[in-house]
């Protein structure tokens, strides 16, 4: 049997689940995704394990947060005065806002709650603060040429 390597491409099924064993993600609906090993494209213990399975494996591999998204920072959460966003569309909880931080790189806020005047954003990953487990399963392995 045969074992992915750094260069090919694999498609695999998961399921993410937070440390309390909560989905929050999987493939159900999307499809298996193709992911190419050695380009960063997902967390480097699902590439350690993917390269010691063969198509049919299943594994469970367990992130820490430390390793994820890290640990959640209270300074990205802001109140963003309401006048400093356009009037539409009109916030809601969960919208995704661009802004760029104080260093001029690009951080992506996400409205926690909506004010009559501010509008609270947090700019932590929605997974931050939280050890992650992907079951993952092996569904095709793409050799590279």
Partial sequence: MT??????????????????????????????????????????????ALTSMTVGDEESVSIPCDNAFGERQEALVVDIPRENLPPEPAPQPGMALQAQQQDGSPITLYVVEVGDTTVKADGNHPLAGEDLTFDITLRDIKQAA
């Fill in 3 to 48: 074992t992915p390597t750094n260069g090919d491409t694999v498609t695999i099924d998961y399921v993410l689940k937070r440390g309390d064993g909560q989905e929050v993600g999987n493939t159900a609906q999307s499809g298996p995704q193709d992911v190419q090993l050695g380009a960063g494209q997902i967390f480097p213990q699902i590439e350690a």
